[in-house]
Each structure stands twice: as structure tokens, then as C-alpha cells.
């Protein structure tokens, strides 16, 4: 069983940065690809970035290629999102996901890849 606990989101205006945490606990060693998500208003959750075990493949919705960088500190359990140049279209709420089971290659993509998430960070971009 793995807990996932998100830190890092708040209020920003254009064109700045936050970081987002990802602290993973329980039975760490099983966590396997790590992704971030996000949900707006009425929105479907789409996935914003994924990370292998390995942390060598990633992989980065269009919207945020250049701007978002995602990363994991294994030795901490824990997982990151950078994100610069924030735009009002990045406002939702961010959830941190792990996949426990596959390879130490694999980028999972789709939600149901995932099975377990954290209680989500609202990210707030004004214009």
C-alpha cells in the first residue's frame, strides 16, 4: 500500500513558477512510474507528465513541453513538478499519481495506468 501527499500548489500570477512535491509513503519500493495530473472546472483529468522508475524516460502533455519539467528523488520517495511560465490555463487542481506494478522504463500516460493517487493541489494562474 503506498500513500501519495501533494505540497507545493497556491495562487501565482502569469509567467511564474511553482514546485510541487509528491511524498511517497508505505511500501515505497513497489512505486514504479510516477505521473501528475491535473482537473479544471469541468474538465476531464488529463495528464500533464509522467516519469519512469529510472527517472530516464519521460514524457510531457503539448501544453506544458518547455515549461513543466517533472523529476523524482528515490533515495527521498518523492516526486516533483517544476513549473515556469505559468499561463491561466494550467489553473486546476494537480494530483500526484504512482503505478506499482510494470517495468523501470515505462511512462504510464492514462489514468487507469495509476493505481494510486494523491488528495490533489489547487493551482491557481491569474491573469
Known amino acids: 500500500q503506498v500513500q501519495l501527499v501533494e505540497s507545493g500548489g497556491g495562487l501565482v500570477q502569469a509567467g511564474g513558477s511553482l514546485r510541487l512535491s509528491c511524498a511517497a509513503s508505505?511500501?515505497?519500493?513497489?512505486?514504479?512510474?510516477m505521473g501528475w495530473f491535473r482537473q479544471a472546472p469541468g474538465k476531464e483529468r488529463e495528464v500533464v507528465a509522467a516519469?519512469?522508475?529510472?527517472?530516464?524516460?519521460?514524457y510531457y502533455v503539448d501544453s506544458v513541453k518547455g515549461r513543466f519539467t517533472i523529476s523524482r528523488d528515490n533515495a527521498k520517495n518523492t516526486g516533483y513538478l517544476q513549473m515556469n511560465s505559468l499561463k491561466p490555463e494550467d489553473t486546476a487542481v494537480y494530483y500526484c499519481?504512482?503505478?506499482?506494478?510494470?517495468?523501470?522504463?515505462?511512462?504510464?500516460?492514462?489514468?487507469?495506468?495509476?493505481?494510486?493517487w494523491g488528495q490533489g493541489t489547487q493551482v491557481t494562474v491569474s491573469s
Open positions: 508505505g511500501y515505497v519500493a513497489s512505486t514504479y512510474a
Open positions: 499519481a504512482a503505478r506499482t506494478y510494470g517495468s523501470d522504463w515505462y511512462t504510464a500516460r492514462a489514468t487507469h495506468e495509476y493505481n494510486y
Open positions: 516519469i519512469s522508475w529510472n527517472g530516464r524516460n519521460t
